[in-house]
């Protein structure tokens, strides 16, 4: 005995049909395409076919909320994850030494300072990490001079060329990696100078 594959007549499949006006167009395309070809499946095939067809049906149902939904995108590898915003940690900067301002351009200076955040108790706790630097700035912004710094227990040190026009600010600050999606970037960022003359 022969038929041709019918969503609509099949018992198991019309009632999962009937709840989608996605799912009922996509069962009449597939009817009207068994028509038009002729297809035909014998009755020992028909368990086959009526898996076949809830295969499409169901890949149809789930569409929509693959396309939408972003965490199931990430988690089967079809998008970059959303990137985490963590709060960053607020380091200030406190400097222990006394800044020469009048020092001569090429001539070398020692800058010390500390490191600190304060904790959920609000108790200042010392600041430790690698890439910190310190930076002096001439007057007019035109020329600065970068060095590491060395130290631990939030307590860093550098020794710094001056400049030419001398002095006009010194900075301190971390050398930051942000990774993203299709390159790592390293950017300095500055921390707050809590004592600066």
């Known amino acids: ?28 395309a597939l009817v009207s395409s068994a028509h038009r070809r002729s297809w035909s499946i014998t009755e020992r095939h ?13 890949v149809a149902a789930l569409a929509p909320a ?13 998008g970059w994850p959303a990137p985490v915003r963590i709060r960053p940690v607020p380091v200030q900067a406190t400097l222990t030494s006394h800044v020469p301002a009048t020092a001569s351009p090429g ?3 020692r800058i010390t300072w500390t490191l600190w955040s304060r904790n959920r ?21 035109t020329a600065a001079s ?9 307590r860093y040190s550098a020794i ?4 030419r026009g001398g002095i006009g600010r010194v900075q301190v600050g971390i050398l930051a990696t942000r990774f993203g999606p299709n390159a790592t970037r390293t950017a300095r960022v500055l921390f707050p100078i809590t004592n600066y003359p």
């Open 1 to 28: 005995m022969t038929g041709a594959v019918d969503v609509w007549t099949d018992p198991d499949l019309v009632g999962l049909v009937r709840r989608d006006a996605t799912l009922a167009a996509i069962a009449d």
């Open 46 to 58: 028909r368990p086959a076919a009526l898996a076949a067809a809830a295969l499409v049906v169901l």
């Open 66 to 78: 693959v396309a939408l939904s972003k965490g199931l995108r990430t988690l089967i590898g079809l």
């Open 107 to 109: 001539t070398r200076v």
């Open 121 to 141: 108790d609000g108790q200042s706790v010392p600041f430790d990490s690698g890439g910190i630097f310190a930076r002096i700035v001439n007057p007019a912004r």
């Open 146 to 154: 970068t060095a590491p710094a060395h130290g631990r227990g939030g």
């Open 160 to 163: 710094i060329r001056v400049p």
